[in-house]
């Protein structure tokens, strides 16, 4: 769901329905915070990347540095 589908979606009217200002003061508040947690999911996803590269590079670095287990004098 996307803050705009929040913000523009319709209810039916009903007999005794609810105060249409209040409904759409609350879809925006609702829109509000969904849009702040899609911020922060796209902001920890690429922190997730960026971590997952950095630790590939270790790993990469520190495999090259090692020498394989039995691989000595020994």
């Given at each position: 769901?996307?803050?705009h589908e929040v913000r523009t979606h319709a209810f039916d009217p009903h007999r005794r329905?609810?105060?249409p200002d209040q409904v759409r003061e609350f879809?925006?508040?609702v829109a509000d915070e969904?849009?702040?947690l899609h911020r922060r999911v796209r902001l920890l996803a690429q922190e997730n990347d960026r971590l997952k590269r950095a630790?590939?590079?270790w790993q990469a670095?520190?495999?090259r540095e090692c020498r394989p287990p039995n691989d000595g004098h020994w």
């Open positions: 769901m996307t803050p329905g609810l105060d879809q925006g508040r969904l849009s702040e630790l590939r590079d670095m520190h495999a």
